[in-house]
T-cell receptor, first 112, second 116 residues
Framework: GENVEQHPSTLSVQEGDSAVIKCTYSDSASNYFPWYKQELGKRPQLIIDIRSNVGEKKDQRIAVTLNKTAKHFSLHITETQPEDSAVYFCAARRSGNTPLVFGKGTRLSVIA | GAGVSQSPSNKVTEKGKDVELRCDPISGHTALYWYRQSLGQGLEFLIYFQGNSAPDKSGLPSDRFSAERTGGSVSTLTIQRTQQEDSAVYLC??????????????FGPGTRLLVL
């Protein structure tokens, strides 16, 4: 089955700097890669996703890149703000509505 | 509209007791998922319902865990003879009918279970 590895487990950046979180996956049939943000005590919220027919997707300060050959994808947050502090999870799955396989999460701290 | 809701929000129980956790998905969503999140860990898949199909139970950690979904809507996750290692946040998610693409999963607030 699918296995998703996520790095780093913790990340501290100065406000205004960029943050990058990387994930690798094992199942070459996976074609959907969402990223969720989870604030302390809250539910995971989808912030961006990418499908395998594109290599990059951007939404304001957030971007995701996908390299299908290498089986890895990354989340990029630019101009970080204190409210970006949270745990971020990557995930992967095959087509349809099958369950997501999650990475173990990255705790991002943005220092003002 | 209303999002995914779960109840109770918190549950404290004694080892050996049974517990029931409830999930109300977004109205009209055909897929429903249960995940477990242990302290400081990622989300672990438990069970998945899609419409009227047989559920995918491949993630259930033991036969003490079971789930049902009545009328294609509300779901109940039951843990029998709870153990301390069952302590975790149990998250439910739902997604709409597949339309040829990838459907977003929307999460509920979770039930925080503590087994003493």
């Amino acid at each position: 089955g699918e296995n998703v590895e996520q790095h780093p487990s913790t990340l501290s950046v100065q406000e205004g700097d960029s943050a990058v979180i990387k994930c690798t996956y094992s199942d070459s049939a996976s074609n959907y890669f969402p990223w969720y943000k989870q604030e302390l005590g809250k539910r995971p919220q989808l912030i961006i996703d990418i499908r395998s027919n594109v290599g990059e997707k951007k939404d304001q300060r957030i971007a995701v890149t996908l390299n299908k050959t290498a089986k890895h994808f990354s989340l990029h947050i630019t101009e970080t703000q204190p409210e970006d502090s949270a745990v971020y999870f990557c995930a992967a799955r095959r087509s349809g509505n099958t369950p997501l396989v999650f990475g173990k999460g990255t705790r991002l701290s943005v220092i003002a | 509209g209303a999002g995914v809701s779960q109840s109770p929000s918190n549950k404290v129980t004694e080892k050996g007791k049974d517990v029931e956790l409830r999930c109300d998905p977004i109205s009209g969503h055909t897929a429903l998922y249960w995940y477990r999140q242990s302290l400081g860990q990622g989300l672990e898949f438990l069970i998945y319902f899609q419409g009227n199909s047989a559920p995918d139970k491949s993630g259930l950690p033991s036969d003490r865990f079971s789930a049902e979904r009545t009328g294609g809507s509300v779901s109940t996750l039951t843990i029998q003879r709870t153990q301390q290692e069952d302590s975790a946040v149990y998250l439910c998610a739902s997604s709409p009918r597949p339309s040829g693409g990838q459907e977003t999963q929307y999460f509920g607030p979770g039930t925080r279970l503590l087994v003493l």
